[in-house]
């Protein structure tokens, strides 16, 4: 029967597809089929890099982990079900969270017939639909904003390959485009709906057990912005410095609270944290492939190595030290990014007149 699943599947999908390109009447529709197929295609891609070249890599574990679930759903369904909703014990840890995604790769492996490339186009469908849907609203409200917007989220490469197939990043970027459109109907002030607030509340919940990091950073940051201009607009701070550091230091107050929500994210925790997973990287990375720091598990170490941390993350390698096709693609992507960025400095200048300024604030931080 799983020859016959597969392909029913992936013809329901295309009717999904369909039937929201039917449905929109955005400004930025003529990018729709395009930005499908390039979403679609780094899904398959991703299985068949990680299946030819790293057969040891978390998509192929968790979806054999999925197809064992699946065997027993079809054996014991009952068994199965109560197996998904069984929390394991500890609290919130590592290997927690990876059992929390292949609860939810094996219900993709039983609705496709325990097809990984099915499956994997699943997912990159739900990833591709929250970003179209970011894209969308960016469009709407700040039309100026249109063209950069389905270029970041639907067509540079690493965002769109890094957030399809079977991969946690899937689903929690998923979750991060979706909490951010609310942000931004919250912000122009449209009324959240039903749907909209049921949707909210399944994104955090996934961002928080697939990738706590990024909600303990997105949610404090979107929310003291909304905070933020709430007081501005009842209470009248008119400097654009006082409301900036309004936003940083209600950020500050609700990021030194997640210490209570999980033990990783505790102050005096994160320094270490971050070390041990530095030192992970490097003794698995080629020493080719990584940027070295002298690193020590403190705050003190960590602020030292910031800015270098940060320009790195965003535009290394400016150039390969071993010349490869995949290492000169990256090269060309990071010189892209960084002129990018260059054009837009000197727009950072005028923020402050914008009406939309804490926004930037935020994205900044």
Known sequence: MSWVIAPVSIIALGGILF????????LIKRFYWPAVIWKLAAGILVGLVHYRYYPQSDTVYFFEEALRLRHLALSDFASYVQFLFTAPDGNFLGEHRTLFFVKLVSLAACITGGNYYASSLLFSLVSFL?????????????????A???????????????????????LALAGIYYLASVVLKIWFRYRLTFGNVLLLLISIWMVWSLKYYYAAVFIPIVTAILITRFLVTNLQYPSFAKEGILVIVISALFVLTGGFFHPNLKPARIPQLVYETHM????????????????EPTWMGMIVHA????????????????ANVLKW??????????????????????VHCS?????VVGILL
């Open 148 to 170: 950069p917007a389905v270029l970041a989220l639907l067509f540079f490469p690493s965002c769109v390959f890094w957030s399809s197939g079977v991969l946690k990043e899937s």
């Open 329 to 350: 693609l990256a090269t060309g992507e990071s010189l892209f990014l960084l002129v990018l960025t260059a054009f837009s400095i000197p727009a950072l200048r005028q």
């Open 19 to 26: 039937w929201v390109w039917h449905t929109d009447t955005s």
């Open 130 to 146: 929250a970003a179209w849907n970011l894209a969308q609203w960016i469009s709407r409200v700040i039309p100026d904003m249109a």
């Open 355 to 359: 009406p939309h300024r804490l926004l």
């Open 280 to 295: 992970l990287s490097l003794a698995s990375s080629d020493a080719g492939n990584v940027i070295p720091y002298d690193l």
């Open 307 to 322: 800015p270098r941390a940060l320009v790195s993350g965003l535009f290394a390698p400016v150039m390969p030290q071993a």
